[in-house]
Nanobody, 126 residues
Framework: QVQVVESGGGLVQAGGSLRLSCTAS????????MGWFRQVPGKEREGVSC????????YYADSVKGRFTISRDNAKNTLYLQMNSLKPEDSRRYYC???????????????????WGQGTQVTVSS
């Protein structure tokens, strides 16, 4: 049974930091590109950051470059997103996903995502 479980969301002041974690089971974690997506209700989901199966290459959306860092620990089947210098516009529900494709660090689309977590809410107050 596939499980993808996010944690670490919460309420933080602008300029603060949060670290999201995602623990996966039920599939070969180290075979998949892993990614973080975010969404405001009623709008399309945005690919925030993705990381290749080995951890050796990453993608970041322009809106988070220089502030967010994605990493993974394949031994622990865990994905992380360190979010620094948070802004009110980062307030979204954040989803962890396992993607069957790697787009060479140029994109992080949801079209090839195989597994999704339930999401964790991040709220940044001004």
């Amino acid at each position: 049974q596939v499980q993808v479980v996010e944690s670490g969301g919460g309420l933080v002041q602008a300029g603060g930091s949060l670290r999201l974690s995602c623990t996966a089971s039920g599939f070969r974690f180290d075979y998949y590109t892993m990614g973080w997506f975010r969404q405001v209700p009623g709008k399309e989901r945005e690919g925030v950051s993705c990381i290749i199966w080995s951890g050796g290459s990453t993608y970041y959306a322009d809106s988070v470059k220089g502030r967010f860092t994605i990493s993974r620990d394949n031994a622990k089947n865990t994905l992380y997103l360190q979010m620094n210098s948070l802004k009110p516009e980062d307030s979204r529900r954040y989803y962890c996903a396992a993607d069957s494709a790697w787009y060479g660090g140029r994109a992080c689309p949801e079209s090839t995502v195989s597994y999704w977590g339930q999401g964790t809410q991040v709220t940044v107050s001004s």
